[in-house]
């Protein structure tokens, strides 16, 4: 059974930082472009970050870049989120997906695109 368990969010202060995890169990990571998403509340769902199948290519939502990193261990089966400077703007569910593309530079940061969704983790940014 295909499955992506994320983990690490929380509640955090203005400035500080957060790592996310997303670990994929039940397909072979290496096979698996993913996306990082969020949807703050009132909001829809909008695109942070997404990294290739081999972690060659990434990308980052404008509102994101210079602050978060997204990586991935093939081996371990994880993909991370790394979010720093954090803001109160930042707070929403985060969620990771696996998009089973067969290019490999393929970097999906359109929920369409998606193949397989994880629940999501609370991430609050607040004093």
């Known amino acids: 059974q295909l499955q992506l368990v994320e983990s690490g969010g929380g509640l955090v202060q203005p400035g500080g930082s957060l790592r996310l995890s997303c670990v994929v169990s039940g397909f072979t990571l290496d096979h698996y472009a993913i996306g990082w998403f969020r949807q703050a509340p009132g909001k829809e769902r909008e695109g942070v970050s997404c990294?290739?199948?081999?972690?060659?290519?990434?990308n980052y939502a404008d509102s994101v870049k210079g602050r978060f990193t997204v990586s991935r261990d093939n081996l371990k089966n994880t993909v991370y989120l790394q979010m720093n400077s954090l803001s109160p703007e930042d707070t929403a569910v985060y969620y990771c997906?696996?998009?089973?593309?067969?290019?490999?530079?393929?970097?999906?940061?359109?929920?369409?695109?998606?193949?397989?969704w994880g629940k999501g983790t609370l991430v609050t940014v607040s004093s």
């Open positions: 990294i290739s199948r081999s972690g060659g290519r990434r």
């Open positions: 997906a696996a998009d089973g593309t067969a290019f490999q530079a393929k970097c999906p940061m359109t929920s369409g695109d998606m193949d397989y």
